[in-house]
């Protein structure tokens, strides 16, 4: 079965800091890999998604993402944050084969000091 | 606009009580979800439907249930066998390849 690992439950950065957050997953296929970001009051919505080619994706607001595919990875970086970025931040994979199943990790909480 | 609409958006039942919180979508997606959202535990899958009347169980459906009579329509009741029912429900659509659509969400609380 798999799983999707996020290994920062909450994470406290000031403005301008580097971020960046683990995202691992287990699965042996080839799999389509997402972030998706909730703002407080808002509903969850795509940050940027993987598929296929290059690595490093770049999405919205300057976030990027780059899939390390020995490592199972798919960690999302930003070089300097917002405090508009305080928000709390969910990996997903689905199977590429599969049935649209996206898993979900269990999220990381980033609030960011002004 | 085009979206997902959740209704009601706070829901308050009393135990024993059966409730039925509303999803609708209008782009036009084949397949809907729902999913459960705690504390420290992610969003968690109840249940999904690749097209009408048809869906699938999903990592959580103890409690639950669906139907899937159009398109556009995803209803989820949480049933009295469900022994922890508040939380906050996320319902969602798909296009393909797994990049889903979120509704704003209902949270529901067993009094």
């Known amino acids: 079965a798999q799983s999707v690992s996020q290994h920062n439950h909450h994470v406290i950065l000031s403005e301008a800091a580097s971020l960046e957050l683990g995202c691992n997953y287990s699965?042996?296929?080839?799999?389509?890999l997402f972030w998706y970001v909730q703002y407080p009051g808002q509903h969850l919505q795509l940050l940027l998604k993987?598929?296929?080619?290059?690595?490093l994706v770049k999405g919205i607001k300057g976030f990027e993402a780059e899939f390390i595919k020995s490592k199972f990875s798919f960690n999302l970086r930003k070089p300097s944050v917002q405090w508009s970025d305080t928000a709390e931040y969910f990996c997903a994979v689905v199977d590429q084969t599969g049935a649209n199943n996206l898993f979900f990790g269990t999220g990381t909480r980033l609030t960011v000091i002004p | 606009d085009g979206g997902i609409t959740q209704s009601p958006k706070y829901l308050f039942r009393k135990e024993g009580q059966n409730v039925t919180l509303s999803c609708e979508q209008n782009?036009?997606?084949?397949?809907m979800y729902w999913y459960r959202q705690d504390p420290g535990q992610g969003l968690r899958l109840i249940y999904y439907s690749q097209i009408v009347n048809d869906f699938q169980k999903g990592d959580i459906a103890e409690g639950y249930s669906v139907s899937r009579e159009k398109k556009e329509s995803f209803p989820l009741t949480v049933t009295s066998a469900q022994k922890n029912p508040t939380a906050f429900y996320l319902c969602?659509?798909?296009?393909?390849?797994?990049?889903?659509?979120f509704g704003e969400g209902s949270r529901l609380t067993v009094l």
């Open positions: 782009l036009n997606h084949d397949a």
């Open positions: 969602a659509s798909g296009g393909g390849a797994g990049e889903l659509f």
């Open positions: 993987y598929f296929s080619g290059d690595p």
């Open positions: 699965y042996g296929g080839t799999v389509n």
